[in-house]
């Protein structure tokens, strides 16, 4: 279904619309990995057993463990994105991952305490996991990270690897939650209230409710990218991420009066 606004197009144009414009203009560029990149991977793939490490009796040993598994079997999951790593790198990614295990252990035990044990692991184990979505209602698609049921309500969770917001959840996640919401209503014909961001990075999890005035949000960003994947080169926002941007040497021209509004 090549038509859908996928929900990360959505979570682009929050950061710059011109993201969006260049990803469906131009061809992707290859970003060249980083150890960085390389640990964002580690982390997600612990992130999908943290449930283990709750019901777990040794949470520092359980967190090793995790880390080893998915050092060892990472290059296997991401064969195409990661065929030109080598071992130096992947060993550093590991270590620097490591170092990170402490406060992970902090965050897991901070969420227990706020959401109580089995509350938490319900909140982390999949029901199914990056199933891809479409509504043809709203010609959407994306896939969460995982499908939860939680007292017999279905949800659904995303894994986030970057900072963690002091309290609450980014605003691209919670729309992107939102998008997915709806994705996920009209595949199984169900009303979702509310989503789970796991800040994994920190052990942090976070459950919030799915706004009407998100929704609404979600549907004009969709409207808005339809025309920008339809050739209308959008502004460029003030704050736009242009230091990490692959598109950036692509993006040095005078926006128009009519491109401010998209």
């Known amino acids: 279904m090549e038509d859908h606004i996928r929900v990360s197009d959505i979570s682009n144009y929050l950061k710059c619309p011109r993201q969006v414009y260049y990803t469906y203009k131009e061809s992707r560029p290859v970003n060249p990995i980083t150890s960085s990149y390389v ?16 019901r777990s009796g040794d949470m520092d040993d359980a967190l090793q463990e995790l880390l080893d598994v998915a050092a060892h079997q990472l290059t296997a999951i991401y064969r ?6 080598d071992e130096e790198m992947l060993f550093e990614a590991v270590e620097v991952v ?26 982390l184990t999949s ?39 002091e309290s609450g959840i980014w605003k691209n996640d919670r729309i992107r939650l939102t998008a997915l919401s709806i994705l996920m209503e009209e595949e199984y014909d169900c009303v979702v209230g509310s989503g789970t961001v796991e800040y994994a990075r920190y052990g942090i ?58």
């Open 39 to 54: 640990e964002s991977l580690l982390i997600r793939e612990m992130a999908r057993s943290y449930a283990d490490v709750v």
């Open 205 to 262: 999890v976070r459950n919030t409710k799915i706004k009407r005035s998100d929704r609404r949000k979600v549907l004009v960003l969709a409207g808005r990218i339809r025309k920008i994947r339809g050739g209308r080169l959008p502004h460029r926002p003030d704050d736009a991420p242009c230091d990490y941007c692959s598109y950036a040497e692509l993006c040095q021209v005078a926006p128009t009066l009519a491109s401010k509004f998209f």
């Open 127 to 165: 029901h199914d996991t990056e199933p891809v979505l479409y509504s043809k209602k709203f010609g959407l698609s994306g896939s969460p990270d995982r499908l939860l049921m939680v007292d017999d309500v279905p949800g659904l969770s995303i894994i986030r690897t970057g900072r963690a917001p």
């Open 80 to 85: 195409e994105e990661l065929r030109d790593i």
């Open 98 to 123: 490591r170092s990170h295990l402490e406060g992970i252990k902090c965050g897991i035990l901070e969420s227990v305490e706020r959401l109580g044990g089995n509350r938490l692991v319900e909140l």
